[in-house]
T-cell receptor
Framework: AQKVTQAQTEISVVEKEDVTLDCVYETRDTTYYLFWYKQPPSGELVFLIRRNSFDEQNEISGRYSWNFQKSTSSFNFTITASQVVDSAVYFCALSEARRGNTPLVFGKGTRLSVIA | DAMVIQNPRYQVTQFGKPVTLSCSQTLNHNVMYWYQQKSSQAPKLLFHYYDKDFNNEADTPDNFQSRRPNTSFCFLDIRSPGLGDAAMYLC???????????????FGPGTRLTVL
């Protein structure tokens, strides 16, 4: 069975601090996809990144970076020099690739508050 | 811009009064999803359409139905809303070739349903 755990329910940081959001997943499949989504107060889920299980290369996109470690089943997300606009709920999600449209399993989300 | 549109953004209904939420997309994606998200929880998949094929999640109540008259539109019907059905309803789309390559889902802004 698939499971995604985001142990941090809420995090508060002061603007310009770096912050890491943790994500640990469980799956029996060798082929799977991991995602991060951002949900600002407006409610829309915004896609941030997709990573497949065969690609452990870390990725950086501006102030965002992701660390994928299969050995620890983790896919952590770091925001460097956080800004108030980063305040949102962040969801990590997993999908097994046995079927082309296997549904996403979401973690419970981490609410990030960036204080000016 | 290509996007996922949900109408209305806010819907108020009375206990037991049927309600329909709509979703349209200009992305020409072949898969459309409906999620329910209750306050401070992760989105929960209700069902999805892969082209015209309807896929219901095992724990989705019979009270929830869906229709997809064409590629662009998908509707969520709640036949007899109860107080426990008050939530944000998110529509999402993705493109799948059915080969196991899982592409990201794009979400609409959601419809917040209130049941009085």
């Amino acid at each position: 069975a698939q499971k995604v755990t985001q142990a941090q329910t809420e995090i508060s940081v002061v603007e310009k601090e770096d912050v890491t959001l943790d994500c640990v997943y469980e799956t029996r499949d060798t082929t799977y996809y991991l995602f991060w989504y951002k949900q600002p107060p407006s409610g829309e889920l915004v896609f941030l990144i997709r990573r497949n299980s065969f690609d452990e290369q870390n990725e950086i996109s501006g102030r965002y970076s992701w660390n994928f470690q299969k050995s620890t089943s983790s896919f952590n997300f770091t925001i460097t020099a956080s800004q108030v606009v980063d305040s949102a709920v962040y969801f990590c999600a997993l999908s097994e690739a046995r079927r082309g449209n296997t549904p996403l399993v979401f973690g419970k989300g981490t609410r990030l508050s960036v204080i000016a | 811009d290509a996007m996922v549109i949900q109408n209305p953004r806010y819907q108020v209904t009375q206990f037991g009064k049927p309600v329909t939420l709509s979703c349209s997309q200009t992305l020409n994606h072949n898969v459309m999803y409906w999620y329910q998200q209750k306050s401070s929880q992760a989105p929960k998949l209700l069902f999805h359409y892969y082209d015209k094929d309807f896929n219901n999640e095992a724990d989705t109540p019979d009270n929830f139905q869906s229709r997809r008259p064409n590629t662009s539109f998908c509707f969520l019907d709640i036949r007899s809303p109860g107080l426990g059905d008050a939530a944000m309803y998110l529509c999402a789309t993705s493109f799948s070739t059915g080969t196991g390559i899982y592409n990201e889902q794009f979400f609409g802004p959601g419809t917040r349903l209130t049941v009085l």
